[in-house]
């Protein structure tokens, strides 16, 4: 696989997580559960995309980006999440609905790196 098809495997796993999140809902778990399947997801797919991308340097990249960006070069860790979110005043469910909103969203100039709309 391409790192531009690499790139679209991962929105594509990304974009599983809303109807996941309804049939969570549905099943009666609460936000915190949810928000962690979410980041989980997310974070799994992360990982794995950077594992099928062809080219380490661009892996490489994204790692010091998000070592830069969070701390930690496997992107932001749930705990991570949670903090970010409270400082912006959200609290209790709030928080984790914010987790699981974020973890639909994938990165836009990363897309636009690897020509993915």
Not at 61 to 85: C, H, I, M, Q
Request: aromatic fraction near 10%; hydrophobic fraction near 35%.
């Amino acid at each position: 696989m391409t790192n531009t098809q690499v790139r679209q495997w991962y929105k594509d796993e990304v974009g599983r997580i809303s109807s996941l999140n309804l049939s969570w809902i549905a099943k009666g778990e609460g936000a915190e559960r949810r928000a962690r399947k979410a980041w989980q997801m997310r974070h799994t797919a992360r990982l794995k995309a950077r594992d099928m991308m062809e080219n380490p340097e661009e892996v490489q990249l994204l790692r010091k980006r998000d070592l830069a960006k969070y701390g930690n070069s496997d992107g932001p860790t749930f705990e991570y999440l949670v903090d970010y979110w409270s400082r912006f005043g959200l609290q209790g469910d709030k928080i984790y609905e914010a987790i699981i909103e974020d973890a639909l969203i994938t990165n836009a100039e990363v897309d636009r790196k690897f020509r993915i709309d």
